[in-house]
């Protein structure tokens, strides 16, 4: 079932069907009305106040800090990572098949990924839906141990899938949260036409004519695309 529902759309078979996973009678994902976002580019065409950031546009937001960051090896930019008062939120798009959304597979891995490193997960309902609240073990910098939190927040869309993952305040404070899921909920995803295999990772850019807030050089070094890893963070000490 898939975790945020939208408007259905009646969308012709193309050439992506095999690798996008579509069954043989062709019926699309389930949808119904919902003004929320995050939205599909059909449903919200124009580009308005948002950065053009490829296979998102991301809205701009004083104050807010954008790192995009790139895969060494292919030196693809392949996440970003919005920074606002002392949380940061990282979007990684996905392709995924028409009929069936991933996230609650991807819910699974990410529990057991979680769990193998002596963490613990909770699933929990949020404005998005189904998310999970993680805590990982860390180490303080006085030699003790802690905890990092992070929400993994899921958004199943038509043909494709949008994973967010709050961290720093954003991740346990529902105040701290609110500003970086109105982001969220504002974000278009550009799926594009072409034939995907499911889980492959839809590509972004540097933002283009559009004044970008604050906006950082996008990141030369191999960034570590494990959601898990370190950010702006608080750490819940024991």
């Given at each position: 079932m898939s975790l945020f529902r939208r408007r259905r759309r009646d969308t012709p078979a193309d050439v992506g069907d095999a690798a996008d996973g579509a069954t043989q009678d062709g019926a699309d994902v389930v949808?119904?009305?919902?003004?929320?976002?995050?939205?599909?580019?059909?449903?919200v065409p124009g580009l308005g106040t948002r950065l053009d950031l490829g296979a998102l546009r991301v809205p701009a937001r004083a104050g807010m800090q954008l790192r995009l960051e790139i895969e060494k090896k292919t030196r693809n930019v392949v996440a970003v990572t919005l920074g606002l008062d002392g949380s940061a939120m990282q979007?990684?798009?996905?392709?995924?098949?028409?009929?069936?959304?991933?996230?609650?597979?991807?819910?699974?891995?990410?529990?057991?990924?979680?769990?193998?490193?002596?963490g613990t997960v909770e699933e929990v309902d949020g404005p998005f839906g189904t998310e999970l609240l993680a805590r990982l073990p860390v180490r303080t910098p006085e030699g003790g141990t802690g905890h990092r939190p992070a929400r993994f927040v899921g958004v199943d869309g038509p043909r494709?899938?949008?994973?967010?993952?709050?961290?720093?305040?954003?991740?346990?404070?529902?105040?701290?949260?609110?500003e970086l899921e109105a982001v969220l909920a504002d974000v278009v995803v550009v799926r594009g036409p072409e034939a995907r295999a499911p889980r492959d990772v839809l590509l972004l850019h540097a933002p283009g004519a559009a004044a970008a807030p604050a906006a950082a050089p996008v990141a030369e070094d191999e960034p570590d695309l494990d959601p898990l890893r370190r950010g702006p963070e608080i750490t819940e000490v024991r």
């Open positions: 949808t119904q009305t919902d003004e929320r976002g995050p939205h599909d580019v059909d449903d979007l990684q798009v996905f392709a995924a098949p028409r009929t069936l959304g991933i996230w609650d597979e991807l819910r699974e891995e990410i529990t057991g990924s979680v769990g193998k490193q002596g494709w899938f949008l994973r967010a993952v709050l961290t720093g305040r954003a991740a346990v404070d529902a105040e701290a949260a609110a």
